[in-house]
């Protein structure tokens, strides 16, 4: 198999034993994603670029430190570094300025209580309740497929490995367990809503 065809968490293993090229396939992998983030935070290329620097930096001394232990999850722990070098950044730069409240302007005039209330939290139980009710018609190994990736929100490989199934067959059970709910839902005649 190519380098380039790689999954990113052997392409990590084989760079912390010793194959930088392994390291430049990630970054070539990611980086349109992790320099966009980066940049939609702080709308400045120069600073964009020195943020995706230092992330790349943090990255490998903590490869190199063998302090890495994501298990797989290599993206979203450099998102989580660049976004810590994002918030560094704006600290350090005093782009969060400390306002004082004056007679023209006040903080509370700007900020909302978006905690629901009563009313909101009610229908909110009655939508969860009516949907395990949905949830319970499935059959028993999608509704489980289903419970474990919504609700324990676990990978498809974790649900494969826990259930002794292959990665196709739990993709299969999520598939047919929404298709399922589809039909009960247009056989019940619910009307969803945002």
Known sequence: MATTQLPDALL?????????????????RHQTKIYGFIYSKVLDRDVADDIFQDVFIKVIKTLKGKHYNEEGKFLPWVMRIAHNLIIDTFRKDKKMPLTRDTDEYSIFS???????????????????SDLLKLVSELPDDQRQVLEMRIYDDLSFKEIADMTGVSINTALGRMRYALLNLRRIIEKNQIILTN
Request: proline letters at 3%.
């Open 12 to 28: 990590v293993k084989n760079y912390v034993d010793g194959d930088e090229n392994a390291l430049a396939v990630l970054i070539d």
């Open 110 to 128: 700007y900020m909302t209580d978006n905690a629901p209330n009563v009313e909101s939290q009610m229908i909110s139980a009655q939508v969860e």
